[in-house]
């Protein structure tokens, strides 16, 4: 039986055009650039440089907005769907056209040969069958980027097996692994594990006592080494600290990922363009937002000229109607571009001046125990934004510093109270922890129960398990690895 009924909601709806302001607002400088470099290809009603705009006419007749036009009434939202990488690709929107007058912009970059092609190419020094070349080329390629083989010669085996039609024994891929892969530069490839690496470099070194030392406390007692088992290594081989520092010495000059030591390894290097810059003058902070950020844009002329020149036309054919409506469509869409990258350079230099303003102490003398406790919402507030735009605007972006260029949410941090009540950040506490930690004495290193004890003396009552934590994300390992003799 239909029944009707009164109901009312309240749903929070976002235009297209607030949808791609967000967008804008989470992009670094360099995602900014290529954004802006893709929106002034596909519309050429927007332009680029000091040129004063005119103020194009947008009171087209009501019949050219809404003919061959579909409205879409807005349901609700998922804002985080329509953050999703949903563009069109940038490779469907190049070009490759160049006139002999025109200038190169791309920064050219010089081809090297690949690691696991190097690595190849060495294969060809060998006196080797098709067979044997064809298992040791799967083996390189086998390789990781760390110079590692993983996994297990069955493994390997069974590949060959399905993958190349080779047919083949455990033994001779591991000969073949030992007597020629292992062999290849730089020296320590192959290698299945971290002792086996280090053995393969020791071996090619000159011979001496610390090195046959060194190789036969690696072949027999390994996990005693890694654990820093000093006093077992001690008694088992019955020799001096004198000689297991030598032992020590020898084996840290080795290289434990041989492979990430290539020169031409091909990766790219992540360039970091700061998108704020502070400084200090006269004693006072001054924020400026990267130039970058902030591009000359303006409405194209030619364009405002066309939509003029057929609206003054007395009669209209349906081609001209679809002129104007395409002319209005590019023209409006330059219109809101530039203003939301208007909108976008307030907003960020609006948050980052807040968060320089709740930092002041620290930006003017990059002592990092004067951080305060903040997070997002504290920002949020100040700004009467939401938090979401504040994390857009910490999560991907940097801030050049007279101490480093930093990444913006590093400032954030959660409060916890020391033993007088007052609310200090995590991030002071990890910094005392790792000054603490790179005080103590490396012969007898302080665990986590005695460093915990030292904090409370300085006033920061944490347990022990939070210690634990706070120097795990310090990366600083347990008191047993930091020992030295």
């Known amino acids: 039986m239909l029944k009707q009924s009164l109901q009312q909601k309240l749903l929070q709806k976002l235009s297209p055009q607030q949808i791609q302001l967000m967008k804008l607002i989470q992009l670094p400088t360099q995602a900014f650039e290529e954004r802006l470099k893709q929106e002034i290809e596909e519309n050429p009603a927007l332009d680029t440089g000091k040129e004063e ?114 047919f083949t024994t455990e033994e001779k891929v591991e000969t073949l692994l030992t007597k020629v892969v292992q062999t290849l530069d730089p020296i320590g490839v192959g290698a299945r594990d971290l002792k086996e690496c280090l053995i393969i470099q020791l071996k090619v070194k000159k011979e001496d006592v610390s090195r046959n030392l060194a190789i036969d406390i690696l072949e027999t007692a390994f996990d005693h080494f890694v654990k820093k088992h000093y006093r077992k290594l001690l008694e088992k081989f019955d020799i001096t600290e004198e000689q297991l520092k030598a032992v020590i010495a020898e084996i840290s000059k080795l290289n434990p990922k041989p492979g990430s030591s290539y020169a031409g390894n091909n990766k790219i290097a992540e360039q970091i363009v700061p998108d704020f810059t502070i400084r200090i003058l006269d004693g006072e902070l001054d924020l400026t937002l990267n130039a970058r950020n902030a591009p000359e844009l303006h409405v194209s002329k030619e364009y405002n000229n066309m939509l003029k020149g057929y609206q003054e036309s007395s009669e209209k054919s349906k081609s001209q109607k679809d002129a104007i409506l395409f002319i209005k469509q590019k023209l409006d869409a330059a219109k809101w571009f530039i203003d939301a990258i208007k909108q976008r350079q307030q907003t960020l ?134 020992k030295e003799i």
Not at 149 to 157: F, G, K, Q, T
Not at 373 to 397: C, E, F, Y
Not at 459 to 470: D, E, L, N, Q, W
């Open 53 to 166: 705009p005119d103020n194009f006419d947008d009171t087209l007749s009501n019949e050219y907005d809404d003919e061959g036009t579909e409205k879409i009434d807005a349901e609700d939202i998922n804002i985080d769907e329509y953050l999703s990488d949903d563009e069109i690709p940038n490779y469907k929107t190049q070009t490759n056209n160049y006139s002999s007058d025109d200038d190169e912009k791309h920064i050219p970059y010089a081809a090297g040969t690949t690691f696991h092609q190097s690595l190849k190419n060495q294969l060809n020094t060998f006196r080797i069958n098709e067979e044997e070349r064809m298992i040791a080329e799967f083996l390189v390629g086998s390789i990781d980027d760390s110079g590692y083989i993983r996994r297990s010669l069955i493994d390997l085996v069974d590949d060959l097996a399905f993958t190349q039609n080779i």
């Open 349 to 482: 230099l609006v948050t980052m001046n807040s968060i320089m303003h709740y930092q002041y102490d620290y930006f003017l003398t990059g002592d990092e125990r004067k951080l305060k406790p903040m997070i997002l919402k504290d920002i949020a507030d100040q700004i009467d934004m939401d938090v979401s735009t504040v994390s857009r605007v910490a999560n991907s972006k940097y801030v050049s510093t007279p101490y480093g260029t930093k990444l913006i949410k590093e400032f954030f941090s959660e409060s916890m109270k020391n033993d007088q009540g007052e609310d200090v950040s995590t991030r002071e506490i990890k910094k005392i922890l790792e000054t603490v930690i790179g005080e103590e004495n490396k012969k007898k290193p302080l665990t986590d129960e005695k460093l915990s004890q030292l904090l409370k003396e300085k006033g920061y009552p944490i347990a022990r398990r939070t210690v634990a934590k706070y120097r795990e994300q310090l990366d600083i390992p347990v008191a047993r690895l930091r």
